[in-house]
Every structure is written in C-alpha cells, then in structure tokens.
C-alpha cells in the first residue's frame, strides 16, 4: 500500500512554521531596538534602522525565497510504502534515500500532531526501532503529513502483532522440529551402538 502525504496541508503547515519563525525573529529586534536605544543615547533611531534592520530584512527576504522551493521539493519526493514485512519511506531533493523497517524491529510507533498540524487535520507518525532510543530523540521512520494517521497507526501496530505472533508459531514449530530430530537421532545412536557390541 502506497501513500503520499497531503501536499497542500503539509506545505501549509511549513508555511505557517516559517511565519511563526520570521514573527520570533521580528519580536525580538524589536525588544533588542528598544533596549539598545534606550540604554545607550550614542545611537540613534535612525542608525539602528539603517545598521540592523536592513540585515534583518535581507535575511527575511532571502528566508521566504528559498525556505518554500526547498520545503516544497521536499514533501512531493516523499512516499511512504506499507508492506507485508516492512515499511519503506522515500525522501530526499538531489539524493535519494530509501529506508526500509522491518516490523520485526519495530518497538514502538508514536503518533505526533503539532498544533499547525491538528488544526490542518493531519499527524505525523513516528516509527521506532530497536536501534534507535527515544532518549536520544532518534526515531528511524518519520511518516508526515499523514490524513488517516489513524487508522494507518492501527494498520502497522495489527501487522507488527500479527507479524510477531507469525514468530512466535514459527520458534514453536521449529522447537518441536528439533525434538522430533533429537529423536531420530537418538534411535540411530542406539541402532550405532548395538551394531558396535556386535563387531566387538
């Protein structure tokens, strides 16, 4: 099963990051004008405007023209592949990047919904694996911008039991095929052993 996140709710959503980043960014030149004018009287209005200001325009302007391409080649590169063994999630610009999870190392999935992303509608969810610890903030699949996050989180937690369960009837067989060749092996040790005294 293919899926690709939702272009327009995803790239609003980066949008609405980038606004509330260039808003931070306003906020606190403005907090750093006034201070900076107030406390020191050899700098004027005018010259804080002309000196930092319009670095801090530049930046914007350079900010909003490229952050989107980039955030938008982004998300229409990536897929997400739900298989019966695994996941696989498709990523990158210029370098591709293929990442394949097998559930049997899967330990967790962890459903993520910022408040840009609740009010769009959409989650995110995390995959985690036995390699990467939750402490270290590593998670190795990202699944973003996801519309039925729901009911694809049910989907992967029901083929990790189902492919856990699959496991553990495999270990049970494979046991009792062992049991039955230690048999058989016994009974030849024995058959070994009686043709030996009738050498001797």
Not at 111 to 135: H, K, N
């Amino acid at each position: 099963m293919e899926i690709k996140p939702d272009l327009g709710k995803l790239m609003r959503r980066e949008i609405y990051t980038l606004l509330t980043i260039s808003t931070v960014i306003i906020l606190c030149f403005l907090i750093i004008h006034a201070l900076v004018v107030m406390l020191d009287p050899e700098v004027t209005n005018a010259e804080f405007v002309k000196y930092v200001w319009s670095w801090v325009a530049g930046l914007l302007i350079v900010l909003w023209a490229i952050t989107p391409w980039f955030q938008y080649l982004w998300i229409i590169n990536l897929k997400y592949s739900v298989e019966d063994e695994r996941v696989v999630v498709q990523k990158g610009i210029i370098f591709k990047k293929n990442i394949s999870i097998p559930y049997s190392a899967v330990t967790d999935f962890t459903l993520s919904r910022s408040l840009y992303e609740r009010w769009l509608g959409i989650g995110t969810l995390l995959i985690q694996t036995a390699g990467q610890g939750a402490q270290a903030g590593g998670h190795e699949g990202r699944l973003e911008g996801l519309v039925e996050f729901e009911s694809l989180h049910g989907i992967l937690r029901d083929r990790v039991k189902a492919f856990r369960g699959n496991q553990g009837q495999n270990i049970v067989a494979q046991a009792e095929t062992i049991e039955g060749d230690n048999d058989v092996l016994k009974s030849i040790l024995e058959e070994i052993k009686k043709i030996n005294r009738k050498l001797k």
